[in-house]
């Protein structure tokens, strides 16, 4: 009785080992398509919006003990759920009003669900070396992941270049620029902003896609 019980006990661990095994396997390949998985610490409801705490699995620069926000338009969530996410906007020393509560930092999710399958529309709307170079530079730094498009723009007087700055930012701290560019995506309305992409056929290191906020509603090939 005693050795099928050792025999039992090995099973189960074993068992446990693999899945986990496979789970990891999982969530990196996800994470190369900029797909994160996240498990739900905490849920505070506000009248616009949801604020969770998560953990993310998978993520190699993500340490155990970081404490992780982020806001989505209302919805409903429970502690203990696995979530995914894609893109995402962080900001930093974040006021929320509503709940008189400074976040460190937090990430701001517009691309939310329970199901890792909600982006593969999106992902087969991407030609795979475009969405594969662009997942490369973004997906380890939360920032959205965006395809690069093919872009020829006439530069405009006294204006800088999407290199210039992803290539020397701290030239330009504090100072107001002209960018001239073409508008590769729009996402309306979160946190009361609208957020803009936009790209100039330029790039530094990588980066090649900006995102701005206004409160100018654009479409996708705007310059």
Known sequence: MKIRRKYLTLFFLAFIALTACK????????????????????????????????????????????????????????????????????????????LNKTFKEILFID??????????????????????????????SGKPVVAKIEVKIDPIAG??????????????SGKTVKVKAKVSKFSPDIMGKNWIHIQDGTESDGKYDLTVTSASTVKVGDI
Request: contains cysteine; proline residues 2%.
């Open 159 to 172: 204006g800088v270049t999407i290199a210039d700055l992803y290539g020397k930012k701290a030239s330009f």
């Open 23 to 98: 789970n990891n396997s999982k969530q990196s390949e996800l994470l190369k398509l900029g797909i994160h998985t996240i498990i739900v610490q905490e849920v505070i409801q506000t009248s616009q919006y949801t604020y969770l705490r998560f953990l993310e699995l998978g993520n190699p620069k993500i340490k155990e003990n970081d404490t992780l926000w982020c806001a989505v338009t209302s919805m409903e969530s429970t502690i203990g759920d696995t979530l995914y996410y894609k893109g995402g906007f962080p900001m930093k020393d974040f006021l929320s009003k509503e």
């Open 111 to 140: 691309n939310i669900s329970s199901t890792s399958d909600f982006v593969k529309r999106e992902i087969a709307e991407v030609p795979s070396h475009q969405q594969m170079a662009s997942s490369d530079t973004a997906a380890m």
